[in-house]
Each structure stands twice: as C-alpha cells, then as structure tokens.
C-alpha cells in the first residue's frame, strides 16, 4: 500500500486531496494544525478509508516542524508521496515565536524541512514523489534578498507571492540535486480556489479575498486535481522539475528558471537553519 504526506490537510486543496487520494487505496499521513479538525475528517470524509494517520502540527513554527519530520521519519521508512500543501496569506507583518517572517516560515520552510527530512524514506521507495503547491501568483515578483523577509518594506500580497516564487526555485532546485535518483519533484498552480485562503486576515484583507474568491474562484475540487494528478498519475511517473496548472505542464515565469537565484536562495535557506536552528541538509 502506497503512503502519502499531506500537508494542510484539513481544508480546501488538501482535504480534497486526502479524500480523493484515500478512495485510491493510499495509506494517508495528514498533518493539520487543529488536532479536532483532523479527528472530525478521518471520523467523517476519510471512514471508509482504512489506513489514517494523523498528527497535529504549526507549520509555520520550525522546531515544530523539525520534530514532525523527525517523527515521521522514524515512524514510516518508506514513503511513496510527499504532497506539500500547507500555507497562507498574512497581511499584516507578523513574526512567528521563533523571529520569522511567517509567510517565510510556513510557505517555504516548512516544504524546505520536510522534504528534506522525508528523503531517506523517500528514497527507500521505488518510486516516489515531492509534490509542491505553489501558485501562479509568482508572476511579476523577483526576490530581494535584503528583503527577503520583508523586514524593510512589508507587502503582504508582495511577500506572497516572493513565497510561491520561492516553492517553485526549491522545486527546480530540488529536482536537479536529485537527477540522479527515483525521486520527483513536481510544482504546481491549483487556480484560484474558492478556500479559506486568507481568512485568517483581519478586515479589509479578508473581505477583500472573499469578495474575490465569491465572484472568480473555482471550486476546491478542481483546485485540487492537478495535486492528485502530480501525486498519483502514472502519466508523470518520470517527470520531474516541472511547473503545473490544469494537470499539464506550463513555463514559470522567465525569473523562476535563474539558476544562480535558485541556488542562492537554498544556501539562504541551509545558512538560515544552521545557524538558528542548528539543523543540518545534507543534499
């Protein structure tokens, strides 16, 4: 039986994913922040789905999620899917308990950890997958990485979509460091969905993004099909450091495909973790 990580599962996308994924056969390890959120799925959406594992995580803090990794992969040594969903839009500047950004926590540590501690047990699979959500939201951004955790000049839109940028150069960075293994790396937009991505803003923000997602977004099952399809699909069996949307493959922006910003963001990134969190990559 096929185990698959699954990041945010509770809402939108990732509900989905958990619960069409689950109706294939998969044994499903559903991380989610609210512990009574993720009971209620597996009692309800996931009853006939015989193999449900959940644990209860802050992605967005990094020792938690270190410790999540280190948990799974001890628990699990072999997984099939890596399906990193989890993140979310701030609007107003805001640190995690730790100091950090918490748009550059959640959306892009967070898949930066795990994937990174999931490897071993990645690789003990004959075939298995990294599947990251980014967006199309990417579009129009580079990073400024004397801003990168917008310490200087803060956008909350702007950071957002520096993060999705950011998902979409460790997906291209990731899969070139793993060329020479079994293991994919895949990125995908899932649309504008119509999700609680955003609420947890205040005001304007939030009314805004409901305004929007009322009037434009699509449903939370179509946003989810091009992650089922990258997560599951034989088509994409041997596919890997590609950019996603409507399940085909389609060109990133022009910026995403810098190699020497990609690689300077991971470097970033491993200083970053070394340094505060004493974390090691060994990739």
Sequence with gaps: MKKIVITGATDGIGKISAIEIGKMGYHLILIGRNEGKLKNLRENALKDVSNVDLFTCDLSSVKDTISLGQTLSK????????????????SEYQLTPEGIESTFALNHLNYFILANQLLPSLRASKEA??????????????LEFQNLLGEKKYSGWKQYQRSKLMNIYF???????????HVTVNCLHPGFVKTKFGHNNKG????????????????????AKTSIYLATSSDVQNVTGKYFSSQKEKKSSDVSY????????????????????NFEVNI
């Design 129 to 142: 997958r990294i599947v990251n959500v980014a967006s199309r939201a990417h579009m129009g951004v580079e």
């Design 204 to 223: 304007i923000a939030k009314s805004l993004v409901q305004w929007g997602q009322n009037l434009f977004a699509i449903s939370e099952e179509s946003g």
């Design 171 to 181: 997906t291209y960075e990731l899969a070139e460091r793993l060329k020479s293994t």
């Design 75 to 90: 628990k699990y040594k072999e997984l099939d899917v890596l399906l990193n969903n989890a993140g979310a839009f701030f």
């Design 258 to 277: 810098d190699v020497s910003v990609r690689q300077k963001l991971w470097q970033y990134t491993v200083s970053l973790l070394k340094e505060k969190f």
